[in-house]
């Protein structure tokens, strides 16, 4: 049974970082390109970064490109986001997903990832 579970959301002020962890089960965690979604209320689900390829070639969404920074530890099934100048525009619940399948073509399609975990909430205060 696949197990995504995400940790380190809390309340933070404009301005400042935080770093959200995923841990993975069940899964051949380095076969899978492992992403970062977000959802605030109100809104679709929305493409934040992702691991992706042979290479480990990493990708972001333009809002948050030069801020947040995306890396994975394959010896600990760990996926992490390290999220600096945060924005109140950055408040909703993370969530991160493992594909076994994806492009730079498909990356940010919520659809074509297998497994998701339950998120974790961030909240950027202004």
């Known amino acids: 049974q696949v197990q995504l579970v995400e940790s380190g959301g809390r309340l933070v002020q404009a301005g400042g970082s935080l770093s959200l962890s995923c841990a993975a089960s069940?899964?051949?965690?380095?076969?899978?390109?492992m992403g970062w979604f977000r959802q605030a209320p109100g809104k679709e689900r929305e493409f934040v970064a992702v691991?992706?390829?042979?290479?480990?070639?990493?990708y972001y969404a333009d809002s948050v490109k030069g801020r947040f920074t995306i890396s994975r530890d394959n010896a600990k099934n760990t996926l992490y986001l390290r999220m600096n100048t945060l924005k109140p525009d950055d408040s909703a619940v993370y969530y991160c997903?493992?594909?076994?399948?994806?492009?730079?073509?498909?990356?940010?399609?919520?659809?074509?990832?297998?497994?998701w975990g339950q998120g974790t909430q961030v909240t950027v205060s202004s």
């Open positions: 997903a493992a594909s076994l399948i994806i492009s730079p073509v498909t990356m940010n399609q919520p659809h074509r990832y297998d497994y």
């Open positions: 069940g899964l051949i965690f380095s076969n899978y390109a």
């Open positions: 691991n992706v390829g042979v290479g480990r070639n990493t």
